[in-house]
Every structure is written in C-alpha cells, then in structure tokens.
C-alpha cells in the first residue's frame, strides 16, 4: 500500500474532461449548443474522417468578447448562470462551464470569435489543456471552433473510436434531432467535403419532422398542471421504433418517458417524437456531466402527460391516460 497523493493537475484535467468528451459526437454535441445558446441562426458542422482527424463548428451567434477567450477555455467557468439558485433555473443548454476546458484538454483546439460588440475579434489556440496563444485578428461576428486531433493524449481512448462512418452516423443522427427541437436554425453537416445534411429553418416542429421523415407526423398533445407535452409520430410501421425524447429543448434519455410513450402507443408502431416542457425549477438538469440524464420534481405527472399526449396522436381518446395509469 502507498501513502495517498493528490493527483498532478494534468490527471486530474484529463479526468475530468473524460466525463464529457468520450467521442466525437460529443465534441459536437457540446460545440452545437454553444451555438444555439449563442442565439445562432446558422449552424454549420465539418467534419474529416468521422470527427477523429478534424472538427470544425461555425455560428453567427453573438460571440465571445475579446476579453473573455482565456477565461472560456477554463473549467468552471461560464457566462449563463452566476450562482446556486440560477442552477435550479436553467434556461440554458449549457450552464457546468467545463466544455471548452474539457475539449481543449484532449485535442488541440483553436477558437475564432468576433462579439457582437467588438470591432474585431479574437484567437486563442489550446492543445492539451495549455494556452498556446491569443490574440486579436480580424472576422465576422459569429464563432468558429475548430478542433483537431482528438484524443491525441489519451491513446487509450482514442482506441475506443469506431470507423469513421459510424462516428459520422451518430453526428448525423444528432443533427438531425436538434433540427427538430431548434426548428427555426439553419443546420448543416458536412463530412469529408460532402454536404450530407442541409436543414433549412422551418416554421413548426411538425415541419421539421414531415421533413425528416418524408410524411405528414400525426400530432398528439396534453396538457396538465404546467406540463405541456407534445408528441410527433411518423404513424407508419416502417420506422425503426425511434424515441426521440426532449425536455426544455434538451435531448435526454429517460426510461420513465420510454415506458410511458411503449404503454400508451400499444401496438402503433413508428417513429416518435416527444417534446415535454415544463417550468425549469421542475427539472433537475444537473446529474450528469452530458446532461443527459434529467430529474423530474413530479415524475408520475410526467408520465401521465406523455402517455395522454401519445394516446391522442395515435387517436385513442381517454381521459389522458391518468386512471389507467394510477390503476
Ligand atoms: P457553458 O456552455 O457550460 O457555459 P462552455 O465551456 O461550453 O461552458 O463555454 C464557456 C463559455 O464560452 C460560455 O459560457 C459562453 O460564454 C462562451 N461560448 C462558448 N461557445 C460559444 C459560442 N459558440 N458563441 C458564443 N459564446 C460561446
Ligand atoms: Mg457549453
């Protein structure tokens, strides 16, 4: 046995960023809603070879003030909450303020950004986790976050990456999902020069599924008690069962809402899509570094909603599933 030693700072960093970054979906997953917190109105994602050689995320959103390119590559530090109560508050896709410190701790990442209020804009270059420069250089208004080499520190998961087709099947899955909750923004995908996903804004969530699904969603809705639920389903058989499930515009992966929306459709087979909004103090975003994971205030509630709102798009009409389900 050893004497117990605090880890060197550099373990602790890769740690950490091991948390949030385990491939490169998750580079841009993180990168995406940056932009869309950003206010950004056209989102654009490049990839080379599956996101393992490069990744590039390019917005017009407002920016990031010169000033604050050194602080935006720190861990913990973030410009959309201030304090412990803003964090039962979250109106934010981002709030843990570790992304930028966790991508740049695993790959040499480069950073463009002009604010909305500057005149010029900014550089800064990181590659594992060090500052290697910033300075000021000319640019439109928006960011640009280029990050190269992933993992190039930590071999051991660099192993871990699939093909390059497979890593870009996920980006482009998730690209795909944000374009139906953040219907209003302009999304593309471009992989190894090839435009592969061009999602033009549209005017409703039902749009933005007719055009990923190629048909006309049947539409179901509830609401109860500041839970509003709406559900999308392609209503033909031919889907691969997909549950897409959204909370305050969040992707998240809940078994609760899966049971919900499986017992409710009963044997309408197809493609869903579930978006359940509810006042921000009602759900704890914080339990997992991804954010993928969420925790309901009142669950039972929640699974009343979605499985009234699933009934009524698959046109079954009860008094929204709540006797059956406390039966
Ligand atoms: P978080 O999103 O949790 O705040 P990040 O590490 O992802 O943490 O980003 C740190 C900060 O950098 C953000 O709070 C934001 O102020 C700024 N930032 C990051 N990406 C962008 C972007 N695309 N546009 C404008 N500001 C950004
Ligand atoms: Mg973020």
């Known amino acids: 046995m050893s004497r117990i030693e605090h880890l060197p700072q550099e373990v602790r960093e890769k740690i950490a960023a091991g948390e949030v970054i385990e491939r490169p979906l998750s580079v841009v997953k993180e990168l995406v809603e940056n932009s869309i917190d950003a206010g950004a109105a056209r989102i654009s994602v490049s990839l080379s070879q599956g996101g393992k050689s490069w990744i590039v995320v390019e917005d017009d959103g407002r920016g990031i003030p010169f000033e604050d390119l050194p602080m935006a590559v720190l861990r913990y530090a973030t410009s959309k909450i201030k304090s412990l109560d803003d964090l039962f508050n979250i109106r934010s896709l981002g709030f843990r303020g570790e992304a930028l410190a966790s991508i740049g701790a695993v790959s040499r990442m480069e950073i463009r950004s002009r604010f909305e209020g500057d005149d010029v804009g900014g550089l800064i270059l990181c590659e594992g986790g060090e500052v290697l420069a910033c300075h000021r250089?000319?640019?439109?208004?928006?960011?640009?976050?280029?990050?190269?080499?992933?993992f190039y520190n930590l071999p051991a998961r660099r192993k871990f990456l699939r093909a390059a087709a497979a890593e870009t099947r996920r980006i482009s899955q998730f690209i795909q999902e944000m374009s139906l909750v953040w219907h209003d923004r302009w999304f593309t995908l471009t992989s190894d020069g090839r435009r592969i996903l061009d999602r033009r804004p549209v005017g409703s969530k039902r749009e933005a599924a007719q055009a990923l699904w190629g048909c006309e969603p049947r539409e179901g809705r509830m609401e109860m008690d500041g839970i509003r639920c709406v559900t999308l389903w392609s209503g033909h058989g031919d889907g691969r069962g997909g549950m897409v499930i959204f909370v305050n515009q969040r992707r998240v992966w809940d078994t609760n809402i899966r049971a919900a929306?499986?017992?409710?459709?009963g044997s309408a087979r197809g493609d869903w899509v579930v978006f359940i909004d509810l006042p921000p103090e009602?759900?704890?975003?914080?339990?997992?570094?991804?954010?993928?994971?969420?925790?309901?205030?009142r669950p039972r509630d929640i699974f009343s909603v979605v499985y009234g709102a699933v009934q009524s798009a698959v046109g079954i009409v009860t008094m929204a599933g709540r006797s059956r389900v406390e039966a």
């Open 282 to 297: 009602d759900v704890d975003v914080n339990v997992h570094p991804t954010k993928g994971e969420v925790r309901f205030k």
């Open 137 to 150: 250089i000319p640019r439109q208004l928006g960011t640009t976050v280029r990050v190269e080499e992933l």
């Open 261 to 265: 929306i499986q017992g409710a459709s």
